[in-house]
């Protein structure tokens, strides 16, 4: 809270993930996020645990009116943040990726926010578009924070590609899920899969990312 109002104008995008909330953290993300849309920089919420408690929910609501570019969120969290009924466990999904693609696009019309639902296989929509990503692997839920981590690196390709956000998310889960695939073939659990997915990322190029992504219009 102290400074997000001198740091936020020196990035180019901004990431708010409400993972362990509290007002001394709300205030500062209410802070950042404000001074992102001063600024002009896109800015993206990931909704931790939305559904779980009455005070995310409220919170989730006031940084809504803040204007994220992009919400990247697991299937529950979309439906808790489109007001729908949702099934998660925490910060676990517990709800098909398909149920909340309607959720989605209503958040997305409704809201300036690109919505990203993620799973086995992702949904992103703007709200008139819509894709799916299929890259990934069954490890990845295993290791806790990796959504928060995909987060932070959709923010990273909306401040690169702020032209078309929809595309930029798209490239980021592509991105996430393909170097999620590379580190499976060399890992032996969700310890040195967490290790080898930050090498695999750093290791990425366009045009791995060009051959390996697996994306189709929905
Ligand atoms: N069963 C699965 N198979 C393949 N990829 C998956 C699977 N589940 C999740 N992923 C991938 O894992 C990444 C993180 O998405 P996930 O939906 O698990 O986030 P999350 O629930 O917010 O995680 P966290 O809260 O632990 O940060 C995404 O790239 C997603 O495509
Ligand atoms: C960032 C964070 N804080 C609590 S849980 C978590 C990761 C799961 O979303
Ligand atoms: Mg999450």
Redesign the pocket.
């Known amino acids: 809270a102290e400074e997000t109002l001198e740091f936020t104008p020196l990035a180019q995008a901004l990431s708010i993930n409400i993972g362990t909330p509290s007002p001394h953290w709300a205030a500062g993300m209410k802070a950042a996020a404000g001074a992102a849309r001063a600024a002009g920089l896109p800015w993206v919420l990931d909704p ?1 645990a939305v559904g779980a408690t009455s005070y995310r929910q409220a919170l989730c609501g006031d940084l809504l009116a803040l204007e994220p570019a992009v919400i990247r ?2 299937a529950s ?1 979309i439906l808790a943040l489109a007001g729908a009924a949702a099934r998660g466990k925490g ?3 517990a709800d098909p990726v398909e149920a909340a693609e309607a959720a989605a696009r209503a958040l997305a019309q409704r809201s300036w926010a690109v919505v990203a639902v ?3 296989v ?1 949904y992103v929509t703007d709200g008139t578009r819509a894709w799916r990503v299929h890259n ?3 490890m ?2 295993k290791v ?5 981590s ?1 987060t932070a690196l959709v923010a990273a390709f909306v401040a690169v590609e702020a032209a078309d956000r929809a595309e930029a998310t798209v490239a980021a ?1 592509a991105c ?2 393909l170097a ?1 695939e590379i580190a499976a073939r060399g890992a032996s659990g969700p310890g040195s899969f967490a290790v080898a997915l930050i090498d695999a990322l750093h290791a990425m190029t366009p045009e791995a990312l060009d051959l390996g992504a697996r994306v189709e219009p929905s």
Request: aromatic share 4%; charged share 15%.
């Open positions: 931790v969120g697991n969290e910060a676990d999904s993620t799973g086995p992702d990934g692997d069954p990845m839920p806790t924070a990796l959504g928060c995909l889960l996430f899920g999620g």
